[in-house]
């Protein structure tokens, strides 16, 4: 009995470590996603904000589900900062610019817990 209970402790374990696996390489594009979406960031183009938060939901939801909490909530504080911008509102250029170093750190934290993973 107990060794049934540790075979499925093990199963789910090689499980959890192919979605956090997973989720590191979809994390990797939705970063690049980011850094695109933002890049065109204009007046007539601010929806374009709307993606960058999407993602940055998606990738703090899933991060803390698996464990990346630190990851988790750095993409929530992205997440939060766009919600908190007038509906339509075009960021200003500090504001450009605090969203790009906060991406910045969420790329950082992603190799970080990479290079955790692996080793």
Do not use: C, W, Y
Not at 20 to 31: E, M, P, T, V
């Amino acid at each position: 009995m107990n060794e049934m209970r540790e075979d499925k402790r093990v199963a789910a374990q090689a499980q959890m470590g192919e979605l956090a696996q997973k989720f590191i390489h979809r994390s990797h594009g939705d970063l690049r996603l980011m850094r695109e979406a933002l890049a065109s960031v204009v007046p007539e183009n601010a929806g374009r904000l709307g993606e960058i938060r999407h993602l940055a939901q998606r990738m703090a939801g899933i991060g803390a589900t698996l464990g990346f909490d630190a990851l988790g909530q750095q993409a929530l504080g992205i997440e939060t900062l766009i919600e908190s911008l007038p509906n339509g509102a075009v960021p200003d250029a500090q504001l450009l610019a605090r969203l790009s170093a906060d991406i910045g750190t969420l790329e950082s934290q992603l190799a970080a817990d990479e290079r955790a993973m692996s080793g």
